[in-house]
């Protein structure tokens, strides 16, 4: 079985701070794929981004950066200098042999 | 490029009509395609998940079904809704061989 935990059910932050989302994730697999999805007031998943197990090299894409450790099973997400359009309901997903697991997302929310 | 249609993107129906939603998918042959529902809470539950025309596999016994007539055609059905049905559902493709999906705009269902 798989499973993907976000502790965090709503964040409220202030425009320009620096935001991490966390993302715990638990899988018998040894191959395996981690996903971050960001949900705006429109209600579309977004797809941001997508990690293989066996890369665990973190990455940055603007305003995004994402940190995958597979000793602590985790997959953050942070954003730098927070927007008011970042708010939105993010989701950190799993696939590994089986179906997708999402977590049940981080509601992000930025104020002017 | 790929594209996602769902519709219709809104929809109120009386408890105990019938139900059928569309998803189409443009630009790929032979995805895998996936109806989610995103009740109050924001989590995504998977209906329904599809490797290929007449191949449905159901995640969760309820009073839907879905059908896949064509390659690209992914349709969510039901007899008599109820009022537990209402939600957000959400349809999502996956290349053939690849590891991430793409959502649809969803359609908003509200059973009164």
């Known amino acids: 079985a798989q499973k993907v935990t976000q502790a965090q059910t709503e964040i409220s932050v202030v425009e320009k701070e620096d935001v991490t989302l966390d993302c715990v994730y638990e899988t018998r697999d040894t191959t395996y794929y981690l996903f971050w999805y960001k949900q705006p007031p429109s209600g579309e998943l977004v797809f941001l981004i997508r990690r293989n197990s066996f890369d665990e090299q973190n990455e940055i894409s603007g305003r995004y950066s994402w940190n995958f450790q597979k000793s602590t099973s985790s997959f953050n997400f942070t954003i730098t200098a927070s927007q008011v359009v970042d708010s939105a309901v993010y989701f950190c997903?799993?696939?590994?042999?089986?179906?997708?697991?999402f977590g049940r997302g981080t509601s992000l929310i930025v104020h002017p | 490029s790929q594209t996602i249609h769902q519709w219709p993107a809104t929809l109120v129906q009386p408890v105990g009509s019938p139900l059928s939603l569309e998803c189409t998918v443009e630009?790929?042959?032979?995805?895998?395609l996936y109806w989610y529902r995103q009740a109050a809470g924001r989590g995504l539950q998977l209906l329904f998940y599809?490797?290929?025309?007449?191949?449905i596999s159901s995640e969760v016994p309820q009073n839907l079904s879905a059908s896949r007539p064509q390659d690209r055609q992914f349709i969510l059905s039901s007899k008599k809704l109820l009022l537990s049905d209402s939600g957000f559902y959400l349809c999502?493709?996956?290349?053939?061989?690849?590891?991430?999906?793409?959502f649809g705009p969803g359609t908003r269902l509200l059973v009164l």
């Open positions: 630009g790929t042959s032979n995805p895998n």
């Open positions: 599809s490797v290929g025309i007449g191949q």
């Open positions: 999502a493709w996956q290349p053939s061989g690849k590891e991430t999906q793409y």
């Open positions: 997903a799993l696939r590994g042999s089986y179906i997708p697991t």
